[in-house]
């Protein structure tokens, strides 16, 4: 298995490296490339600067997997040539929750393992490159959390800060899920202000809790006040609730525990239905009952309530409930459908695809992991 899953994954990153690089992300049926960072989270593509050839960001994604493979040789290419050719002074406008968990989290990710002595990954010296390249990052960051309530924009250029007019719309996702990466930036650098910044706006977006202690999807960062009322935790949402936990794991705050024990223990009496979570949409005028792939069973990027958080805290029997539902329907299909209907136990009509996302097998590593 271990050798199968290293062929998988060089698979994708040497043909990336062979047909993308530098740009950031490969078109695997066409063999070109998409400079995917000032589109992603902009599904209308708006205002993409006709200037930017990318950021390499499926070599920084990949560099502590590189390590994970022991191909310690590739890794150290990659450090080298982001050091020497990465640069964020560009005209792009970026999504500020996507760019962090993406390029500063691999930047910070990287440095840890390159300044590892112990290690030895680099045959050459290290000049602490990549956390320099991190915290030119945090700086452009910090822009967008200079709004009356501290909770920052969904987006902003990379070289010219907060555009005029933009959008002061964001997810509780987009500005609760900074803490982690930011806060490290702080410790590494010595410099508060990415951990001050971040951690105010968590802090804001906790004190918009309801009275049901659950947390609406959508928020304006001037008013402080919410835009989509519905809660849940699927996209929008989700990561806010893994942060608090890994914040808490991370930097040893006992805020952070009673913030995420609060919320799980919210989530599991309002959404919990035995195995499943169903989420009141539309001012809980109905309960509609169907399943996301991202709504699964990891922390990540899609979801919360999930083995791997059930695992981190210790709730395995919730965790084996979880996982024995969603192991049914990938066995069903063979992959877990992005949407799937729990009532009718199908498919949904528009959304039968499977974006290769890897929550599920992720999870069932830890669980595994934890009842060996």
């Known amino acids: 298995m271990r050798e199968k899953v290293r062929k998988m994954f060089h698979h994708a990153y040497d043909n ?65 040539w982001l050091s020497e050719n990465l640069t964020f002074d560009v005209d792009a406008r970026i999504n500020l929750f996507e760019c962090n968990i993406r390029v500063l989290g691999g930047l910070v990710s990287a440095h840890l393992l390159a300044s590892d002595s112990s290690k030895k990954l680099l045959q050459g010296s290290y000049n602490n490159q990549l956390l320099g390249l991190a915290e030119d990052l945090g ?46 930036l702080s410790k590494l650098t010595g410099d508060p202000r990415y951990e001050s910044v971040a951690l105010r706006a968590l802090r804001k977006l906790w004190s918009m809790q309801s009275s049901l202690k659950l947390f609406g999807t959508t928020l304006d960062v001037s008013t402080g006040q919410w835009i989509e009322h519905s809660s849940g935790i699927g996209a929008g949402v989700d990561s806010f609730y893994e942060y608090l936990l890994k914040a808490h794991i991370l930097f040893g705050k006992e805020d952070f525990w009673r913030m995420f024990h609060s919320a799980y223990v919210a989530v599991q009496k309002h959404f919990r239905h035995g195995p499943w ?95 060996k």
């Open 16 to 80: 990336y490296m062979t047909h993308a690089f530098p740009h950031d992300e490969l078109k695997p049926l066409t063999k070109t490339f998409t400079d995917s960072l000032s589109e992603l989270g902009n599904l209308k593509l708006e205002r993409l600067p006709q200037d930017y050839n990318g950021s390499a960001l499926s070599l920084i994604e990949s560099l502590s997997s590189l390590v994970i493979m022991g191909n310690n040789t590739e890794f150290e290419k990659g450090v080298r």
């Open 277 to 371: 979570y169903h989420f009141n949409f539309k001012k809980h005028l109905f309960l509609r009952e169907w399943l996301s792939s991202t709504l699964k069973l990891k922390v990540n990027e899609e979801n919360m309530i999930d083995s791997y958080n059930q695992v981190l805290i210790g709730d395995i029997s919730a965790a084996n409930s979880s996982h024995r539902e969603f192991f049914y329907v990938w066995k069903k299909f063979g992959v877990l459908p992005e949407r799937y209907l729990l009532d009718h136990q199908m498919l949904h009509p528009t959304e039968k695809y499977y974006p290769l996302r890897p929550e599920f097998a992720e999870s069932t590593f830890y669980l595994y992991q934890a009842t």
């Open 139 to 184: 700086k452009r960051f910090l822009p967008a959390f200079n709004t009356p309530t501290g909770l920052p924009y969904a987006w902003i250029n990379l070289k010219y800060g907060v555009m005029e007019n933009e959008t002061t719309e964001t997810s509780t996702s987009g500005c609760g899920s900074l803490i982690l990466e930011m806060g490290a």
